[in-house]
């Protein structure tokens, strides 16, 4: 599968080509699957010891082993229960040997619906090594019970997030409750807007990326709408 090799933008759409972006030690690659859903998936390798991570296999199992390449995957991080995020794990995890991870409070639910059982199964503030590589393990309540960002804090450069469907530009991932949001926009406040900089780069499962501080003047608005 080609690559894009130009300035990286984060904008993909299914059937096109991935974006590709290079950081010192980690090279991000970004596809997006299924033409209905259109989900984000990103290929993280790690340059030292060019092993890979695969944050959500979503869809489309042929075109994201293609994407992983003869390198093939250590690691598929699931970042929540949703059916949209984990329809090609099952075959990438028996294709690949990996080990699949996810967050301790969704890992049940991803067992029965895909019947794989998740090897790794985190909470707040655990660490999921890709090579040298050092992601932690942010915990998001609301969208899902077990939600879980994972956040690339570069030693040679700014942070970088992966926020699965608890973070888009313009809000916070969609909730069924009061209870739910008010639970999401907490966690998302106090976890990733009062510890990360503005300079933060974050990845979501859907649509484009975005900075921490294009959004943060707009925490207030998302909490007084309710969504």
Not at 55 to 82: F, K, M, S
Not at 112 to 118: L, N
Not at 139 to 147: A, F, Q, W
Request: hydrophobic fraction near 35%; include cysteine.
């Amino acid at each position: 599968m080609s690559q894009h090799t130009g300035q990286y933008t984060g904008k993909v759409s299914p059937g096109g080509k991935p974006d590709v972006r290079e950081l010192a030690g980690l090279v991000v690659t970004k596809i997006a699957v299924d033409h209905e859903m259109s989900n984000n998936c990103y290929l993280l390798r790690c340059r030292a010891t060019d092993e890979q991570l695969l944050v959500d296999a979503a869809a489309e199992p042929e075109a994201l082993r293609t994407l992983a390449g003869t390198g093939g995957l250590t690691t598929i991080v699931t970042t929540h229960q949703h059916w949209d995020h984990h329809r090609a794990l099952a075959e990438l995890a028996a294709a690949t040997g990996a080990t699949t991870v996810a967050g301790a409070a969704d890992a049940a639910a991803i067992a029965e619906q895909t019947g794989v059982t998740v090897d790794d199964t985190v909470e707040h503030g655990d660490v999921v090594q890709l090579g040298e590589a050092r992601l932690e393990v942010i915990h998001l309540r609301g969208h899902t019970p077990g939600s879980i960002a994972l956040l690339y804090d570069d030693p040679q450069g700014t942070p970088h997030l992966w926020t699965g469907d608890s973070l888009f530009p313009g809000g916070v991932g969609k909730t069924w409750s009061s209870e739910d949001f008010v639970s999401l926009v907490d966690d998302v406040e106090e976890r990733l807007f009062g510890r990360l900089p503005d300079e933060t780069w974050f990845y979501p499962g859907h649509g484009d990326d975005s900075v921490l501080g294009v959004e943060r003047p707009h925490l207030a608005e998302w909490r007084e709408r309710g969504w």
